[in-house]
């Protein structure tokens, strides 16, 4: 399953009780978002830095971020096989329960990759 890949693809994480985390990830040329992405460019798709960050927005208990809506996503750059990368979020809860998830993804450079906001709900895992 691509989720367990992008959890062993992410080399630390940190969360604070104010809903801030931070995650950093390395996405090796043999991981499978890259495979057919483009195969003379490998990039890493949307939906693997979207699955990035909810994998960072679960907290260490077993508990599951589960998508409810991408209120906006935004891709600035290309992401290529062994690119050190940076996740910066904050949740926040919604009067539904729910968690709106604000995300920054840079490279080592500091460089703006992705910015995306989602609204997610986190459930226990069986």
């Known amino acids: 399953m691509i989720r367990d890949e992008i959890k062993h693809c992410m080399q630390a994480r940190t969360e604070a009780d104010n809903g801030r985390f931070s995650a950093r990830f390395r996405f090796p040329a043999s991981f499978t978002g890259f495979q057919g992405h483009f ?24 508990t599951r971020a589960v998508l409810r ?47 995306l906001t989602l609204l997610v709900r986190h459930e226990e895992t069986p």
């Open 39 to 62: 195969p003379d460019n490998p990039t890493l798709p949307g939906l693997c830095i979207l699955q990035a960050v909810l994998v960072a927005s679960e907290t260490p208990r077993d």
């Open 69 to 115: 809506k991408i209120v906006s996503a935004k891709f600035y750059a290309a992401i290529a096989p062994d690119s050190d990368l940076a996740l910066e979020g904050a949740a926040s809860m919604t009067k539904d329960g729910d968690r709106l998830l604000k995300a920054t993804l840079t490279n080592g450079t500091q460089k703006t990759m992705a910015r």
